[in-house]
């Protein structure tokens, strides 16, 4: 695995779960593989003319293997995310049980909940990013790799 990913898992291992926007930045740093895999297939998998040059077999599994670990990487920290805003939530609905009618409580209690939905779109992104980047992936390194899960389907 290239550094630059290693880098970006720890990252996202590290980041808060705090401040949203915070948050969102550190997805998108770790969402660039993403981003940049036309680019990175078009490196991986060579031309006609440059085919004994390159092992496209092995760069196909090297980007698998990234996209992967990249994959595993957001939705833990996702996850990880939505489990400490739900437990937020709760701390803060218990609290406005005992306060109704403290205004500041209702109000902390509102902004981690539009948190926790925003946290929980970012599951669904995660997903239509993932199915993007799989499909031109598959488009590019079929015959060159076919990953271990769907070599189980076959």
Not at 129 to 149: A, G, M, Q
């Amino acid at each position: 695995m290239r550094p630059e990913i290693s880098n970006m898992a720890a990252s996202m291992d590290n980041v808060t779960c705090g401040d949203f926007a915070h948050f969102q930045d550190a997805l998108k740093v770790v969402r660039m593989i993403d981003d940049k895999i036309i680019y990175a297939l078009n490196t991986s998998v060579p031309t006609t003319s440059f085919k004994g040059q390159i092992n496209a077999t092995e760069k196909c599994k090297q980007l698998y293997e990234e996209l992967m670990s990249a994959y595993d990487t957001r939705d833990r920290a996702i996850k990880r995310c939505i489990r400490e805003v739900s437990a937020s939530v709760n701390t803060q609905r218990s609290a406005r049980e005992k306060s109704p009618d403290d205004f500041q409580i209702i109000k902390d209690l509102r902004k981690e909940q539009t948190k926790l939905r925003l946290l929980q779109s970012e599951l669904s992104i995660e997903e239509v990013v993932k199915d993007r980047s799989l499909k031109v992936f598959h488009e590019r390194c079929r015959n060159h790799y076919i990953p271990p899960t769907q070599k189980d389907r076959l």
